[in-house]
Every structure is written in structure tokens, then in C-alpha cells.
């Protein structure tokens, strides 16, 4: 097959990390006779140093007429300025709302061989297998918010808003999800406090209980899952929540099998182009130093074979790979504890020689 699949490796180490992802589909598009043309295109931060828009038309343009997209990461503290007309984030959320992509998957697993590498028990995390389902087009994030005077100065808000169909179509994401794995779905809110909760409760055991009778379901708060997520995290199988929850969630439980450059991210919606990223961030301290862990965005390359282009086979020889080069021992420093560890680049070798 041909492919494209627009890279954009954004700011911070993103371009470090994506050109390790490129280098995996090469050997991958070598190996199996597939050809994939990879432009880059700008986002994030350097695209509003070098046109002052975080989302170039060009940049989204491109995306819409591609299979695939592969981002790194954006933003960085040149772009921090609180009183700034645009930000690099800014990008990445029109990005996601252009391309309708409602549904992250963010599957969440321990490594038995990086075990030791969590801040958490060994008997605590071993085994755990967490597919977090985020929605990711709505909510307090794409809310109307604003700023108007106070007496003590300003104030400010956000408002949290979903519509029924909105939380039907992420539900029945997961819920598909579900069926394919261990058949538990866990649906977390505040629905003690917040109306917008209220309405994803009713609406998700609707769903779940007209189309999914199969499925074991539950509801947990939000406040309370925090606290499982690090007490019992294997008992949870498929998990879905608004769009703020799952980002906090997320980034919780990539503690979980110790390190955040590990874990892959997909995003996608009803139809078109999906976007593949790794959960962590640009990362501006240690960009440049090649030090950084490509793996997540190696695995987000393999999620892209399998999810857009129904590769599976190829997305499984990139998830073995990546396994048996941690199972090798070789260790960048984010998941190097006090042992010896590699480069960036050293680790793509090492992924390109297991493939
Ligand atoms: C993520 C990130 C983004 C988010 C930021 C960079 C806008 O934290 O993908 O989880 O909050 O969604
Ligand atoms: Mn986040």
C-alpha cells in the first residue's frame, strides 16, 4: 500500500523523538513493500515563530489529505507567556477538533521488565493492562470561558459542557473497546458535584446497558479513582471520562508502569485521518541532548499501523521489538534508574536492529 503520514514533530524534543518514529516506519515500509511519503509540517511553537499561527493553514491542509498523522510534542516556556495572543497548545487542540477527533486511546500497561522503574510496588503495578479512553473534542477545554473586572481584580472562567451524543459516541468507543479485551468498562465522573457528570452517568448506562448488556460496567468519582488508579490498578480494564479528567488520569497512571515516555497515545474520530502521539509533553529541559525516550512515539507509530492502516502485523513486529530491547536491558535515562543509560538515537538502533 502507500500511505502518507505527515509528521509533525512540533517543539522541545519532539523532533528528537519523531525522527526515531520515521526511522522504525522506514525499515517497516522497507521490509513489507509498503511505500510512505512522510512530509513534515509545522506546528506548536515554531509554527508561530515562523508564521505566528500554532495550526498553519498549510499544516492542517496537509493533515486533512494524509492516512496518518505522527506529532511529537508542542510548547515550551518561550511560549509560556500568560498574557500571549496565541499559544502553542492552541495548535493542538484546533488540530484535534478539526479532524473531529473525539476518542484518545491511551493504553496503559506495565513492562515486567521495567518493573523496578515505577515509583510504585512491584506487587502493586505487575500485570496491570489499562485502556484509558479520554474524550477529547469537548468540555471545559473547548467550553465558551472568558475574563471580566471584580473588585479584587478580575475574574475568570471555563465552563464544562457535553451534549448526549457527544457522550454516546466516546462510550461506544470504549465500550468496543471492551468487548475486545476483558469485557469491563469503568465510566469515571463527579457526578456528586457536577451537572455535566450527571449527564454522562445517565447517557453512558444507557448506552452500556441497552447495547452492551455483555459488559461488567461501573461507575467511579473521579477523586476516588485517583486514589485505585495507584491502590489497585489491575483491577481496571477499559476506562472512559470527559476530556480534563482523562488528561489527569493519564498522566497519574503513566507512573504506573514507570515512566511517561513510554506511553502511546491515538486519537480518533468517526472517520479521516487519525493522530498519533505520545502522552508526555516537549519535554524543554532535556530537549537537544539527545537523551530523551522514544519509545512512546515509537509505540504511537505502531498504534498508527494498526488503528489507520490495519497493519496489525506490523504494529506487532514494532511492539515486540521495543520489547525485547527493554527485555535487553538497554535503558534510556528516564527509565534508567541508577544504571548506565543510552541515547535517543542509540535506542531507535536498537528498535531498527530488533526489527
Ligand atoms: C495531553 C496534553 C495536552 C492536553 C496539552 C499539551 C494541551 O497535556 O495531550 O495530554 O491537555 O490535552
Ligand atoms: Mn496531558
Known amino acids: ?21 520515521k526511522r522504525v516506519l522506514e525499515v517497516i515500509a522497507k521490509r513489507t513493500g509498503h511505500s510512505f511519503e512522510m512530509p513534515e509540517h509545522a506546528i506548536g511553537g515554531n509554527a508561530i515563530d515562523s508564521c505566528g499561527d500554532p ?31 496565541t499559544r502553542p497548545e492552541a495548535g493542538l487542540l484546533r488540530i484535534r477538533k478539526e479532524l473531529g477527533l473525539f476518542a484518545n486511546l491511551r493504553p496503559t500497561k506495565t513492562w515486567d521488565e521495567l518493573l523496578d522503574a515505577s515509583p510504585l510496588k512491584r506487587e502493586i503495578v505487575a500485570g496491570t493492562d489499562i485502556l484509558f479512553v479520554r474524550e477529547l473534542t469537548g468540555g471545559i477545554y473547548f467550553g465558551e470561558s472568558g475574563r471580566r473586572p471584580h473588585p479584587s481584580g478580575e475574574e475568570a472562567w471555563n465552563v464544562m459542557i457535553y451534549s448526549t451524543g457527544e457522550i454516546e459516541r466516546v462510550v461506544r468507543v470504549a465500550a468496543d473497546a471492551a468487548r475486545k479485551r476483558r469485557g469491563k468498562l469503568t465510566m469515571v465522573d463527579k457526578a456528586n458535584v457536577l451537572e ?43 476506562v472512559v471520562t470527559e476530556n480534563l479528567f482523562g488528561d489527569i488520569l ?17 486519537s480518533i474520530g468517526a472517520s479521516g485521518p487519525g493522530l498519533f502521539e505520545p502522552i ?5 529541559d532535556i530537549a537537544g541532548k539527545n537523551i530523551a525516550n522514544p519509545l512512546a512515539t515509537i509505540l504511537a507509530a505502531a498504534m498508527m499501523l494498526r488503528y489507520s492502516m490495519s497493519m496489525n502485523a506490523e504494529a506487532d513486529a514494532i511492539e515486540e521489538a521495543v520489547s525485547r530491547v527493554l527485555k535487553a536491558g538497554h535503558r534510556t535515562k528516564d527509565i534508567a534508574g541508577t544504571g548506565t543509560s543510552i541515547s535517543t538515537t542509540e535506542m531507535g538502533d536498537f528498535v531498527v536492529g530488533m526489527l
Request: proline content about 9%; hydrophobic content about 40%; glycine content about 8%.
Open 250 to 266: 493519564t498522566d497519574e497512571a503513566s507512573m504506573l508502569p514507570g515512566s511517561l515516555g513510554l506511553l502511546p497515545s491515538a
Open 280 to 284: 508526555h509533553g516537549s519535554a524543554p
Open 55 to 85: 495550526l498553519p493553514e498549510e499544516t492542517l491542509n496537509a493533515c486533512r489529505k494524509s492516512n496518518a498523522v505522527l506529532l511529537g510534542a508542542v510548547g515550551g516556556p518561550k511560549w509560556d507567556d500568560p498574557t500571549a495572543k
Open 1 to 21: 500500500m502507500h500511505a502518507t503520514i505527515v509528521l509533525l514533530p512540533g517543539d522541545g524534543i519532539g523532533p528528537e523523538i519523531v525522527a526515531q518514529g
Open 196 to 238: 455535566a457528570s450527571r449527564l454522562w452517568r445517565q447517557v453512558a448506562e444507557r448506552v452500556v446497558r441497552t447495547e452492551y448488556p455483555d459488559l461488567q460496567y461501573n461507575v467511579v468519582l473521579v477523586d476516588s479513582m485517583a486514589m485505585h488508579l495507584i491502590s489497585k490498578p489491575r483491577e481496571f480494564d477499559v
